[in-house]
């Protein structure tokens, strides 16, 4: 089945601190993974996509195909990047629903 | 451009009575979804429409939701005799036409601020 795992409900880290919110996915097939962010009382938006192999805001994904990873990662916090995160999953039927993970809260301490 | 809108922006009903949220999509993207956001469940899809087609209601959690898309543009997500494990964040996204392959920008889904449902 297809499913999206991310084990952390919080994520707390202080300003300048390294951060690595974790993503774990089962698919049988090629995947293709976004992060969406939720910033407080805004709405869901598109992070970044591993696809594209982009940074936005300085954060990074590697998907790691052997661990079924999709670990976002940043390496200074900043008081801004406190945000809820999820990572998700593009169905490959006809639909490119997203399956999305429960989600983490990061929170970056001053 | 304007986004996707969604109204109402909250919802407070009493078990039992029907409830409507509206979306708005963005003007000219084809592919709506509905999703339900509950808290620590993450966002769930409920119902995807594509143009004219048939649209996908596999994730519909059972018969007292139903969704329509007139027109191809604003779409009407309807929740009947509701009840408390109803209530959550619904979400709206709409995305452009699929394009070729290897168009990114054509998958993004775009998201709408949500109606919060709150069911006594």
């Known amino acids: 089945a297809q499913r999206v795992t991310q084990p952390e409900k919080l994520l707390s880290v202080f300003k300048g601190a390294p951060v690595e919110l974790k993503c774990n996915y089962s698919?049988?097939?090629?995947?293709?993974l976004f992060w969406y962010v939720q910033y407080s009382r805004q709405r869901l938006q598109l992070l970044l996509r591993h696809i594209s192999r982009e940074s936005i805001k300085g954060f990074t994904a590697d998907l790691n195909k052997g661990e079924t990873s999709f670990h976002l990662k940043k390496p200074f916090a900043q008081e801004e990047d406190s945000a809820m995160y999820y990572c998700?999953?593009?169905?490959?039927?006809?639909?490119?629903?997203?399956?999305f993970g429960t989600g983490t809260l990061l929170a970056v301490q001053p | 451009g304007a986004g996707v809108s969604q109204s109402p922006s909250n919802k407070v009903t009493e078990k039992g009575k029907d409830v409507e949220l509206r979306c708005d999509p963005i003007?000219?993207?084809?592919?709506l979804y509905w999703y339900r956001q509950s808290l620590g469940q993450g966002l769930e899809f409920l119902i995807y429409f594509q143009g004219n087609s048939a649209p996908d209601k596999s994730g519909l959690p059972s018969d007292r939701f139903s969704a329509e898309r007139t027109g191809g543009s604003v779409s009407t997500l309807t929740i009947q005799r509701t009840q408390q494990e109803d209530s959550a964040v619904y979400l709206c996204?709409?995305?452009?036409?699929?394009?070729?392959?290897?168009?990114?920008?054509?998958?993004?889904?775009?998201f709408g601020p949500g109606t919060r449902l709150t069911v006594l």
């Open positions: 996204a709409s995305r452009p036409f699929p394009g070729l392959a290897g168009g990114y920008g054509t998958d993004t889904q775009y």
């Open positions: 003007s000219g993207h084809t592919a």
């Open positions: 998700a999953l593009r169905d490959g039927g006809a639909t490119n629903k997203l399956i």
């Open positions: 698919y049988s097939g090629s995947p293709e």
